[in-house]
């Protein structure tokens, strides 16, 4: 579905003829500087193929533009620079890491933006821009740098919740209650894997753009990449911490239910000792010799009772100074 | 055996004399920009020296070709390209992956595939190149881009399938079934290991291709191996985060295994305690005092027996309460 | 709160009109040579933006100077240097390492340094820079000489407390006593973590300007640089041999819960076995048969006694002697 | 001791005066494109003292060949090459990897050749190649491939034993038997670990060779050292999955004595509940209460054994049905 | 303290004025080729200064000097060179890696060695030069060189002593006896990570004194310095190889604990079994049924005897059949 459609001039919005959101006609002739921006959502191949033919785009990168499962990339074709960026959002409800994706298409005159899925709401960092008419007007590269700001800030929010669930699981796992961490461990590990695969591919093109080692890419804008290569470090330093943190979370889980186990050992031990060994007084007082004095007393039954609760007793306070109960 | 024979040009298949698939007669010369393109399957020593002779290949690779447990690479010989690829197919019914190997001499005007084994079929990918003019008027490096995309979509598919048997490993440890993964995972970690070493040896010469370092690839051609260098790269991702999932599964598999022995070694002793305690009432009406009242009641054994089962009750209803039952 | 503004001629400090710590006046003018140094700590708004006009420092380093969750870096916007040093400091108490973060600008003719939190007195560090001329009279890059090699001494320091708290651990994980010292390594695993990413991230600019990669660097300075980044190094070092000697010290932690666990059930048997012999006598001697001679001795009882205390005093000894008890 | 010593002409074996394998004369003069090739095996220091005078060998280089505990290594001095190789063979009897070392001195018109201890023998290599007097031809560098390609081609075969080592941990491990795979998962690790330091260090120089980056190899040698570099990094490949799948193997040992101690747990646990049921039963019937109608039924005794064997059949059943025995 | 202090002219010590070791008068001045070297042990600070004084050397360097505590580094001010190497030695006794330190500065006419510490003996390499003109010709550099020999050579005995200790390490875990390894695994890790910590940071500055990559050094030494380096690469890599099989050894260790457990687990309960399963008989012949035939037998006592020591031996023998006891 095409989203948005709209010709940029000294970085003001120009409304298009008829200002229809749907591309019904050719593509709009630009003087120098001006650019328009397309934008699309789960875009269908009848619209990919209308894009590509207006702007002449490379068949494998309309191709690729078609598919969600593609990995974080920076290519170019010709005049056009093509990235795919994943977007990461955490929903609260279900603790959980989701990911979508954009394809921005960066020509000289012209940015196509393809979002699939959810995520990044791209209306709203163009509403955003539109507000910034001095930054529109350094052209295409400045919508891209607006966009991998937006994707990358909310890397920077992923990660800040998964420092939280890290955070709670570390309590859990030293908390003296029976937890069953592991679960829990393993699916942080799968989504600081999913972040991972996020932000890793994007470091290298983005510390290129950062250098200005990009034609297209004025001093100025290189600065602002330059930010947003720093914030994907920080974002990937914050995820291996992490990935590390819960590899060791997980060890001192291991060591807690060994160590559970052994108490568990323990008191059941002790408790066993408490059963038994009255058992064993028992078992005296029920043999048969002709001779045993205790059996004919008046109070002999009394007294193997309170041999037994005695012995018992003994035990008890025994098993409780040594921390066995 | 020779498996076929044909003279390319201008992109579309020249019947050669006899079209007869054997290559009794000699090398068929060509017109510049025509290339002949022959496939062997499972090749006898007689058919390598054949074709050693008539394309003027270098001993060592025409011995490397003859060998099937070869590591994949890209080398050249004089103006001769030969490529090892490994080929990897799925195999459903045993949920394992098995390997194939396909090497390819790639000459000015010559094409030799040699494959050994099952795995990705090279007369479909020669159909599929036939309906397409266009792309084999590039020559024999189209046919070499086509043969590599073919079987790194295979590895994709294996990777995908890869994935789909840790999901599923990964359900099975967190179920609570008692299974034994630690075979699953092994196997996994094998077949994985599988991938790697056919993936990993071929992203820098790919990467090499898709850059253009190599003279006889021309810009529109390097474009495609690029797409082939970052499918491979994605593979070598997935395989990545897949081993690395299935360490953690298996340490959460090593947790599950001691929280389990913990929680039998407690169901044990719950169950020992419902037959010790009674035991130890029947032994205490067991003794031989004089004195003992209790067994002189005409209800004594009732309410023996009733106090085993009471105490049997309490003591299963304290159980169930704290978890250990 | 602007802590101090002053200005350095010929290393000398020259009392500022009014010598008033505020910024109530724009910037002074400098004769070549001399420079302008204004401490801020904990800075608000307003006084970021009075600096950055003063100044004119780049707005992206400002915006970063207001944020004290920063990572450690080293940028240059235009003439202008920005550091940002995260501070680190031990606190006794808690044997917890605690970090706040230093923002320099380092201009031409200018020093802005924007303390976050507690930790590295940079008052101290001014007045020990006054002391020396000498020094001073190298200009702003003295000052950045000065407040590294501050702070990475107090790296070292941090360093030095976590090796003894790591001898610690280790003391406590050999000592025969039941310790839990899961919690204790995986704090120090965070702490060493913290460290981590305050000094790795420095270690390759002060490297550049050990180097003299920079241009206002001279070869002096330079030699200055070279030993902060060789103090960097140290650290560095220290935090991954202490990161790996907790990794072996945990594995050793869970090899004694084992061997714990293991004497525990050895003494938990040997035990039992004091309690069961002795029964099983007890029993044999509550049997009913008609013709058991020992039960009619005069001593029968005791005979029966003696053999139970004898039954166990020998398993006693038998234990004792394996090691069981 | 000297072992042979022959001038080759033209590739071919020239008969020296007395054709004495003692080096009893001065060295042979040499016309262009000769070379002299002297072997010795577990050397003697006048062997040495003597060699070297004649070659006018570099005394580090002298004292290395003397010394049978060196790392692998290729090195020039002059222009002499100096290598030294691990050869590595399989003792089928003992399952064990055995180290040798060789040494050579490569000059423009000699070769010398220093074998320590067994392994790998020169006197098949150099009949081989005096049947092949065109690879001869090529000189010294022909004879340094040739033995290259000898101690490597016994790398693959040690992989390739070691592979099947490694089968069989793999199938132990697995298997239902109680085995004590540790010592032989770390055996093979040990050997493993020699392997790695035969075969890692001759990789660069390898590679170096088959680059052409040596002056006195040319174009058609370094095709054939691309083939020992190739067989290299096979080795080394398969060596370092080979480690890889033994920890995976080791973690599934652990795994798997924890499950079967679990399984003991559960054995044991069910075999008591066979004997303290009926005992418990029997402690009932050894109650001395007046009124116990069962005691004075006829069959009561029978009654009370059938109940101890009902009783413990049905737990078998019970044991036997949810998987315990 | 100053140890001694003289000059080389040609290789050949020149008596001082008054030959006293101490440095009592100003700076030898020596002629093109000369040398003057200084040796000094545990330095005041005044011995420093006045060194210092003497010989040019820069403040920072110094300061290192006066301190033992530096990490091993190569450094370079202006003419003269200044390296900290450690010194290790074992002290058998202890069965610990002690180390020490050795500071040299070397200029283009003089040597300063400060030792910190015991350790290596400069007085005894001095003597061994002394013998050896010819070195000593060289200047500075074999100075240099032959105390990084012998300090080098020492850290190879250090190899070879740890080598020795994870030998006697793997013997006692692999033995039969129940050994505490932990502490020893964990020691001898200390100790490695001690050794590479000496190691590691020397090999690249001595790689490139190997390479010449430093104009002083001539390429005769430079091929001494290549020994020097490949012997650092040796023990760096038998540091790592025991690095890594003491990890596995301490999995074996594990491993070896869990088997021992269950073992345990399995003979406390065979030995249980032998008294529980009398213990019942005792009980069944403990029941007062009016008619039990054995009760009345007059071997019925003998008979019961006789059933549970038969009982028990059948359950000995079946025990030790199957290896639980």
Known sequence: MIVDNALYHDGVRVALDGDDPSLGHARVPCDPGDFQWVGIHDPTDDELALIAKMFDLHPLAVEDAGDSHQRPKVERYGDTLFLVLKTLWYV???????????????????VVTVRHGQGVNLA???????????????G?????????????????????????????????????????????????????????????????????FAAGQHESIDDETATYFRDVADHLQRVSEVIDTLDNLLSTAFDAHL?????????????????????VVPTLIAGVYGMNFDHMPELHWTYGYAFAIALMVGASAVLLWFFKKSGWL
Do not use: W
């Open 255 to 275: 060591a807690r239910i060994s160590v559970q186990q052994n108490e568990d050992m323990r008191k059941i031990s002790a408790g066993a000792a408490l059963v």
């Open 124 to 138: 709203d960092s163009r509403r955003d821009l539109e507000q910034r008419a001095k930054v529109l007007e350094h």
């Open 92 to 110: 609260d409800d279900q603790d959980a890491v989701e990911t979508g994706e954009i394809n921005l298409f960066i020509g000289r005159d012209f």
């Open 140 to 208: 295409p590269m400045a919508v891209m740098y607006a966009i991998c700001d937006r994707v990358v800030d909310e890397y920077e929010r992923v990660g800040a919740a998964l420092e939280e669930d890290v955070d709670e699981v570390e309590e859990s796992v030293f908390s003296p209650a029976r937890t069953n961490d592991s679960v829990r461990i393993y699916t942080l590990k799968r989504e600081i894997a999913e972040v991972r695969r996020a932000v890793l591919p994007l470091r290298e093109p983005m510390r290129r």
